[in-house]
C-alpha cells in the first residue's frame, strides 16, 4: 500500500515570483497569486502546511476589471457603530488605493485562520513597476 506524502517545513523550498498587473484582469491575476502563495503549483502540496513561494505584483494600478463593477462592485466597512457602513466603488478605490485592491482580491482567494494570516505576509503588491526586492531574484511569472 503506498502512504500519501505529507510535506515538513523543513522540506518546504522557498522562491519568489514576480507579477506584472499591467492589462491584467484582476481576478485571474488575484487567482494566480494565490495559486503560488498557497503552493498549490508544487508537487508536494499539503493543504494544512504553508509551503507557497512568495509573490511580488508591481503595476497594480495597470489592473483591468471586467463588465461594470468599476461603477457595481461596493467594498464594504463597518465600524461597529450606528452610522458606522463606509461604501467605496471599486473605480474610487482603484484611483485612490490601487495595492489594497490587489492585496483584498489575493486575500479573499486564501483560506481563513491562521494559515490564511501567515500566507498573507509572503505577499507584496505595488502600484508601479519599482520594488525593492530585486536581492531575491525573483521568478518572472506570466498570468494567463
Known sequence: MQKTYLAKKSDVKRSWYILDATDK???????QAAKVLRGKHKPIFTPH???GDGVIVVNASRVKVTG????????RRYSGYPGGLK?????EM???????????????????GPLGRDLLKKLKVYAQ????H???????LEVK
Open 25 to 31: 484582469v484582476l481576478g485571474r491575476l488575484a487567482a
Open 49 to 51: 502546511i504553508d509551503c
Open 68 to 75: 461594470r463593477k468599476l461603477t457595481q462592485k461596493v467594498y
Open 87 to 91: 461604501e467605496v466603488y471599486l473605480g
Open 94 to 112: 482603484l484611483k485612490r488605493k490601487p495595492t489594497h485592491v490587489v492585496k483584498l482580491a489575493i486575500q479573499r482567494m486564501l483560506p481563513g
Open 129 to 132: 513597476d519599482t520594488h525593492p
Open 134 to 140: 530585486t536581492s531575491c531574484k525573483p521568478i518572472v
